[in-house]
């Protein structure tokens, strides 16, 4: 991941309100039908694209549902689980095959009157180079015989260099924009819960899902109803997880 940051701002939350926040966060089953506001969706949706994202390419997109026939149809798609019941569904993909468009939109919406010279060359020549696997993955075939020999004499990103590899970049990236996604309708006192329970092929038969693009989570999100909890928090042992160096 090629870090080309230029502004490193101060945190605003304590640790204390961040833990609080993070703590209060769980998937809930269970909600009212009370609509959630388009002004404080929008809000969270520009939280959830905030997220680090590699090259800063945001390989990512949302389908925002709120209309009732779609929700009952999802409702059927994520085979009938309470959870799909909520006011609002917040289909979040992945998008692997919009890496040409956004280095080109990196240079068209840089924040600054004059793009640097090296912000061009960059999302011009290497970032394209780097994610073009070519048609059927040959490109990227060639890329890892090279980088084999290259690897010899130096580190070396190996990787995305395979279909399979930009499907993994992707989800990667929008993963995190789905955290950011989840903990800012927690702010707005929504609940969410991301669901992994559907039917892919009856769900790109409903929505409008471009080929392509990979649906990591059907985000549920709404007021908590009763008995929206159905279990008590449980996370192994941190020993099990993490390695001291």
């Not at 998008?95 to 640097?116: F, G, K, L």
């Not at 409903?206 to 007021?223: E, H, S, W, Y």
Request: aromatic share 8%; hydrophobic share 45%; charged share 20%.
């Amino acid at each position: 991941m090629t870090n080309l940051a230029v502004e490193q701002p101060s945190p605003c939350a304590t640790p204390a309100a961040l833990r609080a926040l993070i703590e209060s966060r769980r998937a809930v089953r269970r909600f009212t039908s009370e609509q959630v506001p388009d002004a404080i969706i929008r809000d969270c949706l520009e939280l959830a694209v905030l997220a680090p994202n590699s090259c800063n390419l945001q390989p990512w997109s949302f389908q925002v549902v709120r209309d009732p026939q779609l929700l009952s149809q999802l409702h059927h798609v994520c085979m009938s689980q309470n959870a799909a019941k909520a006011p609002l569904i917040i289909a979040v993909l992945a998008r692997p095959d919009t890496w040409r468009q956004a280095c080109q939109n990196v240079i068209d919406y840089w924040p600054e009157a004059d793009v640097p010279e090296r912000i061009r060359h960059f999302y011009r020549t290497t970032a394209p180079f780097q994610y073009n696997q070519g048609p059927f993955g040959l490109l990227g075939l060639c890329k890892r015989q090279l980088l084999r020999l290259a690897a010899l004499r130096k580190p070396l990103m190996r990787a995305p260099n395979s279909l399979a590899q930009m499907r993994l970049w992707a989800v990667k990236s929008t993963a995190l924009a789905a955290e950011n996604l989840m903990l800012a309708f927690q702010s707005h006192g929504y609940a969410t819960c991301p669901m992994e329970g559907f039917d892919e092929v009856r769900l790109r038969q409903t929505l409008d899902i471009p080929r392509q693009a990979i649906p990591i989570m059907l985000l549920a999100v709404g007021k908590q109803g009763d008995k929206a909890i159905y279990n008590p928090r449980l996370r192994f042992p941190l020993e099990q997880h993490v390695t001291w160096l």
